[in-house]
């Protein structure tokens, strides 16, 4: 189960809860034991929660809607003193987490002490689109197609007499492709030829005046140059692409704004950590990560008085969620030991809070796993039986990439050498082979060993594979040649292992929560009963169509006005 997996748990209260009890005391709304709930706890619960909560819904009875509500409160007082909780406080990721809670809560009440508007103005929104439209704008680009016959001077006439014949039969209606892996004499001919999509600029002398000159769907005539004579067919034209201002204003307003509430954010961080002492590193100073291959991963990268983190944490934070995160993490600490500071009772408070959020969190997980592990046994085989076709294991995939960097402005000749490369070593599947190759045709280039990992992780975790691996893949094949970023890459499959049914003991996991996700309502309504029994939950029943006819019932006529609850569409 996963820890957002108890979310819905102990959403209302059932009627079986409430009951009449002739010793309500004014105020009074509902009872547990050793405790009471007031209707000044229903205010401070109802503030805590979005506008749209704070009332019953249009057409819906006020009696399930108050047992929902008191019931969250209810669960929240009681799941953090239960043995479940007690049990998740000794665990060693708890206190990170509530340390990690503690300073988002901090951090957040600085940012809005010192909170700042930022105001756009035209002029700048069109100083911005005058700074990115070079980069927005798009040229012309084609995918084309080259058939080319290698000649020396003396037979240049006869290789394009040649050249042209071949033209010709394409312009009847052969496969230009096919054409070209039969008779052309260049690196990319076992791939039909294909280049592109490129722009004029990556093109040089008659290739890119002939290509850029035909129409889609044409043919050149034979284009002679000193090493041979080439034919060209262009498959594909993307047109230019001019930005305009009016259909991007508000992406970049939006980016404008964010980059300055940045730096308004970086420029608290820096002022925080003076105020405070803390030694910032040049690094998050500048809002900026380091090289993370060159941390020390026991080393203290940042302390803020309360908090010191380890390398190692800050590593793992990056690569669980992003840079972005990281930076955001260490900023959250700064301005979070700068608010404490400040405010240290109210920062106490906030420490308790979130502890106890925490605790109720790790128990409602706790009970929820409790349940989905006790699933009949019956009921998981019937569901095996009934789902095992998609029970299956990921596709495990082992590679080695060889990688060369592409020339700016050659992308064709770029993609000479891996094609070449891909040429001689798919004749040979000895290993010892491959080296040599490499060694001849790797000059400038790179190898990377690829770890068996889950085809779908390996997608995900690096996009610029998708393209290559969305093809039928089997050990020891060849892949590529395809574009990485700044790279043309040939990878081998060193392994791979194909998905597999899994068998009962396997699926266990998976049937589990397969199972949750079927019973889901009648889980959480058998877990509400169990906690209000186990705690002697129940609920004042009283006749009233509105809030107010209710807080109005329940109050004694000599209670201060503090005791009702306040506007709920106050914030």
């Given at each position: 189960m996963t820890r957002r997996a108890l979310a819905g748990l102990l959403a209302c209260a059932l009627a079986a809860f409430a009951a009449c009890g002739p010793s309500w005391e004014p105020g009074e709304l509902a009872r547990y034991e050793d405790g009471v709930i007031t209707s000044a706890d229903l205010d401070r619960h109802l503030r805590t929660l979005p506008p749209e909560q704070r009332r019953p819904p249009d057409g819906q009875p006020l009696q399930p809607w108050l047992e929902e509500r008191l019931f969250e409160v209810f669960s929240g007082r009681v799941l953090a003193n239960t043995t479940e909780a007690e049990e998740a406080a000794r665990a060693e990721a708890f206190e990170l987490d509530v340390a990690r809670a503690v300073d988002q809560q901090l951090a957040r009440r600085w940012l809005q002490r010192h909170n700042a508007e930022f105001e756009l103005t035209s002029e700048e929104i069109a100083a911005e689109f005058e700074r990115f439209a070079p980069q927005m704008r798009s040229p012309e680009r084609r995918v084309f197609r080259s058939l080319s016959l290698a000649a020396g001077e003396a037979e240049l006439d006869e290789r394009c007499d040649e050249a042209g014949r071949l033209a010709e039969r394409a312009r009847g209606g052969e496969s230009f492709a096919a054409l070209v892996r039969e008779h052309s004499e260049s690196a990319n001919a076992r791939i039909g030829g294909q280049v592109g999509p490129v722009e004029r600029s990556q093109l040089r002398g008659e290739a890119a005046r002939v290509v850029f000159a035909l129409d889609q769907g044409e043919i050149s005539h034979p284009v002679r140059t000193p090493n041979g004579c080439f034919v060209f067919f262009v498959e594909q034209i993307h047109p230019a692409i001019e930005p305009e201002l009016a259909l991007v204003q508000s992406d970049l307003a939006q980016?404008?704004?964010?980059?300055?509430?940045?730096?308004?954010?970086?420029?608290?961080?820096?002022?925080?950590?003076?105020?405070?002492?803390?030694?910032?590193?040049?690094?998050?100073?500048?809002?900026?990560?380091?090289?993370?291959?060159?941390?020390?991963?026991?080393?203290?990268?940042?302390?803020?008085?309360?908090?010191?983190?380890?390398?190692?944490?800050?590593?793992?934070?990056?690569?669980?969620?992003?840079?972005?995160?990281?930076?955001?993490?260490?900023?959250?600490?700064?301005?979070?030991?700068?608010?404490?500071?400040?405010?240290?009772?109210?920062?106490?408070?906030?420490?308790?809070?979130?502890?106890?959020?925490?605790?109720?969190?790790?128990?409602?997980?706790?009970?929820?796993?409790?349940?989905?592990?006790?699933?009949?046994?019956?009921?998981?085989?019937?569901?095996?039986?009934?789902?095992?076709?998609?029970?299956?294991?990921?596709?495990?995939?082992?590679?080695?990439?060889?990688?060369?960097?592409?020339?700016?402005?050659?992308?064709?000749?770029?993609?000479?050498?891996?094609?070449?490369f891909l040429a001689a070593v798919t004749q040979q599947s000895d290993p010892d082979t491959v080296d040599r190759v490499w060694e001849r045709l790797g000059a400038g280039g790179r190898t990377v060993s690829l770890p068996e990992t889950a085809v779908r992780e390996l997608e995900r975790t690096t996009p610029q594979l998708k393209e290559m691996l969305?093809?039928?893949?089997?050990?020891?094949?060849?892949?590529?040649?395809?574009?990485?970023?700044?790279?043309?890459?040939?990878?081998?499959?060193?392994?791979?292992?194909?998905?597999?049914?899994?068998?009962?003991?396997?699926?266990?996991?998976?049937?589990?929560?397969?199972?949750?996700?079927?019973?889901?309502?009648?889980?959480?309504?058998?877990?509400?009963?169990?906690?209000?029994?186990?705690f002697g939950f129940v609920v004042r029943q009283v006749r009233a169509e509105t809030l107010g006819e209710l807080l109005a019932a329940v109050q004694d006529s000599g209670q201060g006005a503090g005791e009702v609850p306040a506007n709920p569409d106050a914030p």
């Open positions: 980016m404008l704004a964010e980059r300055k509430r940045a730096e308004w954010k970086l420029g608290l961080v820096r002022d925080a950590a003076e105020e405070t002492g803390i030694e910032l590193p040049e690094w998050l100073a500048q809002g900026r990560l380091p090289d993370l291959s060159a941390i020390d991963s026991d080393a203290v990268v940042l302390e803020t008085g309360e908090r010191a983190f380890l390398g190692r944490e800050l590593v793992q934070m990056v690569r669980r969620s992003g840079p972005e995160e990281g930076i955001d993490r260490l900023q959250a600490s700064v301005l979070a030991a700068a608010f404490a500071r400040s405010a240290p009772d109210v920062a106490s408070v906030v420490q308790e809070q979130q502890r106890r959020a925490q605790l109720t969190r790790a128990a409602q997980e706790a009970l929820f796993e409790r349940a989905v592990a006790e699933a009949p046994a019956d009921e998981l085989e019937a569901l095996y039986a009934e789902r095992r076709d998609e029970l299956l294991t990921d596709a495990r995939i082992e590679l080695q990439a060889f990688l060369w960097p592409i020339q700016p402005g050659e992308p064709t000749r770029s993609l000479a050498r891996p094609q070449e969305a093809t039928e893949l089997t050990e020891g094949a060849w892949l590529g040649p395809h574009r990485m970023g700044n790279e043309i890459a040939v990878a081998r499959i060193v392994r791979y292992l194909e998905p597999r049914q899994l068998s009962y003991v396997e699926a266990s996991s998976r049937l589990r929560q397969l199972w949750f996700e079927q019973n889901r309502e009648s889980v959480e309504t058998s877990l509400r009963q169990e906690l209000g029994e186990r």
